[in-house]
C-alpha cells in the first residue's frame, strides 16, 4: 500500500532526473505524450471507451515554441511531487496560484491563465500514468450516496446506511477510500438532487438492497472513479437513471465510454458494464406518461443528431431505436413526470419493475 | 413536537374550510397575502431584513382574472395536506407534475408552467406562516458540513466529525434534524468546495474549534436554515468566507439581509447575526496579493454599483469602504490566491489571524 502510494513521487522525480541528466550531458531534454484533442481521439472497438490514438508529440526545453510549455510542466510537477511529500491536496485552482510568478530576470509570467496549469497536469497524467487525483491534484467535491457500505476513510469509520437523509457527501479524490463492507447487490446512479432524495426518502437502497449516488448535473470525476471502484472491486452492475433526453443519454455516454475532453483517462474512468435506466421511449405509454412530454428545442435536436453519429453508437441498434423514437416524438420526457402518477410511483412500481425485467439498455 | 407538527397541517385544512364556508353561504371566497415583488419590498432598519410592505392583495374564486391562480393555490394547498399525511416530502418540479392535469369537462390545464406552481407554494408560504420546507416541498440538496457537532436525523445518530475526508452532505430539508450535542464556537460558511476541503484536511474545524459549511456557489435554502438553526439555537456567529468580488459580497449581503425574491421569507432565513470573514481590500496588501488581482469585468462593475446602492449598505461605513476600495484598485482577488503563499496559509495564518484579530465587517 506505502509502496503503492509512492509510485506517483518515484515517477515525478523521474522526469526530474531524465531532465537533468540530459543537461548534464549537454543534450536538449524533450518529454514525449500522445496528442491529445479531437484529432487523435477514436473509439476503440474492444475495450469500449474512448482512446487517445498513437499520434506522439514531443516537446523540447531549448525551442523557443517548446520551452514556455516545458518550463510550465517541470514547474508543476515540482508542485506536485510537495504536495505528495507533504500529504496535501490541492485544486486545479491552488495549483494555478501556486505556480503563478514571474520568472526571475525577465519579465515574463511562468503562466497567466488557469489553462496552462491545467494543460501541464493533463501531460503528467499522461507522462507518470497517474490520474491527477493519484499526483494530489482534486477535481470537484459533489453528490452524496447511501446504501449498505462500511467504508474507512482519514482514520473514520462510516457507515452509508446510518447518515439521515443527508448521506455521505462524495469527496473530489475517492481514491484512497478503504471499502470494509459492501452488502449491495447493484449502483443506481442519477443526476437529480430530488430524485434521490425521493428514493432515499423511500428507504429504496434497503428495500432493493442498491446503493444510491446523485451529483448535481455535472458528473464528477470523483463520483465517475466511485462508481468504477463499486463495479470493479466488487462486480456491481452500476445503472444510471435519467430523463428521456439527450442531456440525459450523453450523461449515460461518459459514464460508460469517456469523454473527448479525457480520452487519455478513459482507462481509469470510463465503466463499459454501466447500463441505462432511464426513461426509454416505450416507458412513455407504459407509464403513461403521453401527457408530459416536453416538445425539443433546438438545441436538443443538434444534440440527438450527434448522439446520433457518435461512433460508439452507429452499430448499436437499441439506442439507435431510441434516438429515432425521440425524433418521430419530437419530444423528451423528464424523469419526475413519474410523480404525476403519485410521488412514489417511481421507487414502487418504476424502480423495482424496471430493475426485475432487467429493463435497460446496454 | 408532534403538536407542532400537525400545525401546518391544520392551517392548510383551516385554508380549505374557510373557501367551504364561504361557498355554503352562497359567498365570493377569497384569500388574501402580501403582495410580492420590489414594490412591496423594503428594507426593515430594525430586524435589519428586507421585508414585504403592507400592501395587500385579495384573489377572488369567482373573477375571471383571478379563478385559475385561486384553483391553483387550493390544488396545491391539498397537495401538500397529502404529503404531510403522508410524511412525504416533495421537490417544486413534483409538485408540478402533481398538479399539472386538465380540467374536467375543459381543455384548459391547471397549470402549464412550473413558475404557476412555485408562486401557488410561496402564496401558502404567506397564507399558513410556514416555510414551504414545514408543507414538506424541499428546495434543492447541495453542500457539506464538518465539525464536532452530534446530530439525530431520521433516527440516524450521527457525528459530523467521524465523517472523513466528504463530510456531511447536508439535505434539503433540515427543520427536522435534532443538535444532540455542539461543540463549537463558531461556524465558517464558505462557496467553494476547494477551499472546504483544503480547511478540512488541515483540520481547521478541530484546531479552531467551528463549523465548517459549504455549498458550491449557490446558497440553498436548505444551508441557510441549517446556518440559522446553529446561530439561533446555539449563538454561534457565523462567518462567511468569500473572494474579494461583487459576487462574493452579495452571497453575504443574502445570508445576512435575504434577498428580494424571498422577502417574504427573511424572517425564516436572513441570519443578522453573519459577519464577512472574505477578502478585504486591506488585505491585498497585508496577505501579499497584490500581483494576484484580477481586473474588474463590465458585469462586476455593474453589480458593484447595485452593491453600493443598496439601502442595507447605503449607510454602512465599512462596507462602503470596502466598495470604493474595490473601484479604485478596478480588481478583485480570489481566496485561492491565498495559495500561493503556500497550500496552507489560508488554514495556519489567514483564518487563525483573522479570528484572533475579529477582523470582519458586520
Same mark, same amino acid.
Given at each position: ?66 520551452? %514556455? ?40 509570467? $511562468? ?115 466511485? &462508481? ?48 441505462? &435506466? ?16 416536453? %416538445? ?41 413526470? $413519474? ?24
Amino acid at each position: 500500500m506505502d509502496k503503492l502510494k509512492n509510485k506517483p513521487k518515484e515517477e515525478l522525480k523521474l522526469l526530474g532526473k531524465k531532465v537533468t541528466h540530459k543537461l548534464e550531458k549537454k543534450e536538449n531534454p524533450y518529454m514525449e505524450f500522445p496528442v491529445r484533442g479531437l484529432s487523435n481521439v477514436s473509439y476503440d472497438k474492444k475495450s469500449k471507451t474512448l482512446k487517445l490514438g498513437d499520434s506522439i508529440s514531443k516537446r523540447y526545453f531549448f525551442n523557443v515554441a517548446h520551452s %514556455k510549455k516545458f518550463l510550465q510542466t517541470v514547474e508543476v510537477a515540482s508542485i506536485c511531487k510537495n504536495l505528495l511529500e507533504e500529504g496535501k491536496h490541492a485544486s486545479l485552482r491552488d495549483v494555478f496560484y501556486m505556480v503563478k510568478r514571474t520568472i526571475p530576470n525577465t519579465k515574463i509570467n $511562468l503562466v497567466d491563465e488557469q489553462t496552462e496549469t491545467d494543460k501541464a497536469i493533463e501531460d503528467l497524467e499522461l507522462i507518470t500514468e497517474f490520474s491527477r487525483e493519484q499526483l494530489y491534484v482534486n477535481a470537484n467535491k459533489m453528490g452524496s450516496v447511501v446504501g449498505k457500505v462500511k467504508i474507512l476513510d482519514r482514520g473514520d469509520a462510516i457507515n452509508w446506511a446510518k447518515l439521515g437523509s443527508g448521506g455521505w457527501s462524495i469527496p473530489s479524490n475517492v481514491e484512497d477510500i478503504k471499502f470494509e463492507e459492501v452488502k449491495a447487490n447493484f449502483v443506481v446512479y442519477m443526476e437529480k438532487q430530488a430524485i434521490w432524495e425521493r428514493l432515499h426518502e423511500d428507504r429504496v437502497w434497503e428495500k432493493l438492497n442498491c446503493i444510491l449516488v446523485t451529483s448535481q448535473g455535472q458528473t464528477t470525476r470523483g463520483i465517475r472513479r466511485l &462508481l468504477q471502484r463499486l463495479c470493479e472491486e466488487f462486480k456491481l452492475p452500476v445503472y444510471v437513471l435519467t430523463d428521456f433526453d439527450p442531456w440525459g443519454f450523453y450523461i449515460y455516454s461518459v459514464i460508460k465510454y469517456g469523454s473527448i475532453s479525457l480520452a487519455h483517462m478513459s482507462e481509469k474512468m470510463a465503466i463499459s458494464g454501466v447500463k441505462f &435506466l432511464g426513461i426509454m421511449a416505450d416507458d412513455i405509454d407504459k407509464y403513461g406518461l403521453s401527457k408530459h412530454l416536453i %416538445k425539443l428545442n433546438e438545441k436538443d435536436i443538434t444534440r440527438l443528431k450527434q448522439m446520433v453519429d457518435y461512433e460508439w453508437f452507429k452499430d448499436n441498434k437499441e439506442w439507435q431505436k431510441e434516438f429515432a423514437a425521440m425524433k418521430k416524438l419530437g419530444s423528451k420526457a423528464e424523469i419526475q413526470a $413519474l410523480s404525476a402518477r403519485g410521488i412514489s410511483f417511481i421507487s414502487e412500481k418504476y424502480l423495482p419493475e424496471k430493475i426485475k425485467n432487467k429493463d435497460f439498455i446496454d
